[in-house]
């Protein structure tokens, strides 16, 4: 039995917390799915300066790999794992076409700088670079198409935003068997025929998200095209599989995830988050406005009082004290839950924190060097801390 594997080799930088690392979604999955009972031929492009790193990774981990090279290896630069990496590919045509005469089945991963011409029998597609399997002019006799939200958005150009109408949509147009749409902490649909299915997310305590949604996809037609499994059971483990990568970016991926990871609840509703923190210098309202756009990119309703109230002008403190914190307590008491940076230890924070567990209601601390002794009363009324940027905020989603 072999999977044919089509996708990037990328390099990926992250500033915090810093990585810097050869993989991309091809390269990623091949590693991810090795020494699970079948071959895999990958194919991928590369620069010379970097060809001896990736074939000494397929040598690794036991799959065999055929390179086209181009002259610069495509590299991604993340500030953190959640902000929009700035890509070193900036050319509008792409700059090389992998051939591939084969037939067989395939997991297709799309590429910023790269086109692959492909007739496969089971082939599950992830798109990417946000062009639909049938522009890319390959054929399938089986297709699965896997796509978070926004690459769901632009290629059903529908007009609509309701992702249960955009999976149907997309099971049309895209002439496909099964549609997943993943939707980040709200777990993921499952469309296939007529029927609809809810995936749920696995709770873990730290999580990595660069390349997530890459084992995903590679978990997905493991289950899917090489062990026959039902749609449904093949995302279903692929959101476990996904949460143990995100845990722990260990590959190849586990063969039996560890029993600790259980599927958190799976909520329609929006939910309403109290955002604290100082913002008293540029680096601190920076830190409160990234937060801010990423939770809400999440799907949540913000609460800031930064944004929402706004700050005290100096000279005034007793005129403007009691207007906003009666505004800031009204928040407390209206969200679900409370993310509090307390960076710098201060004052108001801590009121906001034991204000709103005094309300029985949920906190996340993103602590960042803070010594242990001033964590005492967060650990004692058990408060979810983290002193990492990404986990803070899945934490706070979930």
Known sequence: MMLNIIGGSYIENCVDPFSSELYGSGLRASAALSNKGFKINFQSCICEKFKGLALLKSKTFGYSC???????????????????????????SKICSIDNNREGDFLYYGMAESNAQINGNYVVYDPQNHINFKDTGSTSKHLAVILNKNEALLLSKGGSDDLTTIGKN???SENADVIVIKNGVHGALVFENHEIFEIPVFYTNYVWPIGSGDIFSAVFAWKWIIEKESAF?????????TAQYCLSKHLPVVLDPQGSLHPLEIKSRTKSIYLAGPFFSISERWLINELR?????FGNKVFSPFHDVGIIHSGYINEQATNIASKDL???????TVLAVINGLDV?????IGYAKS??????????DIKEKDLTMLIGTECEITDDFSTAIYKASW
């Open 66 to 92: 055929n390179y086209t090279i181009i002259p610069q290896t495509v590299e991604f630069d993340y500030y953190h794992p959640l902000s929009v990496p700035i890509s070193s590919f900036n050319q509008v």
């Open 170 to 172: 997309l099971l049309i």
């Open 233 to 241: 059971n093949a995302a279903f483990y692929a959101s476990k599989n």
């Open 293 to 297: 756009n990423i939770l809400i990119n």
């Open 330 to 336: 009204e928040g407390i008491i209206k969200c679900d």
């Open 348 to 352: 108001g924070t801590f009121f906001e």
């Open 359 to 368: 309300l029985n209601k949920k906190v996340v601390i993103l602590a960042q």
